[in-house]
């Protein structure tokens, strides 16, 4: 890895759980953040901006440094870190149900493993392990890495989960939208508040309708607003964001397919056409605003109409998705 040596990439943010698909299925969401790695002579040198830049440590203890070493510690390389600059653009919120932390961690892997010589850099199957492995499950890294709706699991092995995914084909009507809040919920809080066990008939429900939501995404859009009920995690976590809780409910209400975005607080609408992705994003806008009307401390959303990402982490000197294999 000579001094000098450079890799610049995008990663798409995700949206996981998609109500009943709790640490299991993830969709990729076209908002992306920006990273360039670069080897130097020496230390540890950041340019952070947009996301994220006034507030995470610019320390051997930053996210995407610490998965640079993961992968270079996959590839069997240890030892002292060596020179690096650290260039990032973050548009993907953080703590906010986006998938931050999983595209920042895919982001690093990606790049120390693109800086090895050839016959060192991670597989794909890799690539999943030692970013779940960091993550803590699969459903916000598999669809950021491969792009599309991502449906993933963990086989049982003595060292710990093995990492697995499939991709299933999105109806092209699905069109999402989402509702950022102005406040955050961090991950690890959000688990927390989920219970260790729940009764057989919620667990029995819950499959069902993951189930019935692979049919509706992949080409039975109007199955959507059943298909996006939730038996395992929702309710658990209001309390750590109520006005997140009563914007979902609002929007079900009126027959949308909304759901808590990964562990929160932002909303996803998943539409079953553009015309009912723009109804949806109005309703939002009015929801917001006749909250606020009502209580000056409610949050200020901001409401988007995303693509779904088709390419997952794309090299960008190279524009091209990873190398398959
Ligand atoms: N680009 C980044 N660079 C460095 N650290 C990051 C970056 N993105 C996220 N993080 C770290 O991850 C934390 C957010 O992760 P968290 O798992 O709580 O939420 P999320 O990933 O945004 O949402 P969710 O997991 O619900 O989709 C941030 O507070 C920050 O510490
Ligand atoms: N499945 C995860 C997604 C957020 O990282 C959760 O809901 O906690």
Redesign the pocket.
């Given at each position: 890895m000579p001094v000098g040596a450079r890799v610049s990439l995008r990663v798409p943010a995700?949206s996981?759980n998609l109500g009943p698909g709790y640490d299991t299925m993830g969709l990729a969401l076209g908002l992306y953040?920006e990273l360039t790695v670069t080897r130097t002579a020496e230390g540890l040198a950041f340019e952070l901006e947009g996301?994220?830049a006034q507030?995470?440590p610019r320390t051997p203890e930053?996210?995407?440094v610490r998965a640079i070493r993961a992968a270079w510690a996959a590839a069997g390389l240890t030892g002292e870190l060596p020179g690096l600059g650290i260039r990032?653009r973050?548009r993907?919120?953080?703590?906010?149900?986006?998938?931050?932390?999983?595209?920042?961690i895919l982001?690093g892997v990606v790049a120390g493993s693109a800086l090895l010589p050839e016959d060192l850099r991670l597989s794909e199957q890799a690539l999943l392990q030692v970013c779940s492995d960091l993550e803590g499950h699969p459903d916000?890294v598999a669809p950021s890495l491969f792009g599309g709706l991502a449906i993933s699991w963990g086989e049982e092995h003595p060292e710990g989960p093995r990492w697995r995914s499939a991709r299933v084909p999105v109806d092209p009507r699905v069109h999402p939208v989402v509702a950022v809040p102005d406040y955050e919920v961090?991950?690890?809080l959000?688990r927390e508040l989920i219970p260790a066990q729940v009764p057989h008939a919620l667990a029995a429900a819950d499959a069902g309708r993951a189930a019935l939501l692979v049919r509706a995404l992949s080409g039975a859009p109007e199955l959507l607003p059943a298909a996006t009920r939730d038996y395992l995690h929702q309710e658990h976590r209001c309390e750590a964001m109520v006005p997140t809780a009563r914007m979902v409910r609002a929007l079900r209400d009126r027959g949308f397919a909304a759901v808590v975005?990964?562990?929160?607080p932002s909303v996803l609408v998943l539409a079953e056409s553009a015309d009912r992705a723009e109804q949806a994003a109005r309703e939002m806008r009015h929801l917001g605003a006749e909250a606020a009307g009502q209580d000056p401390a409610a949050p200020h959303w901001r409401i988007e109409g995303l693509a779904i990402d088709a390419s997952g982490v794309t090299l960008v000197d190279e524009e091209r998705p990873i190398r398959r294999r």
């Open positions: 995700s996981a953040d996301e994220g507030t995470v930053h996210l995407i990032a973050g993907i919120p953080h703590s906010r149900g986006l998938g931050s932390s999983a595209s920042a982001a916000n961090s991950t690890r959000a975005s990964g562990a929160g």
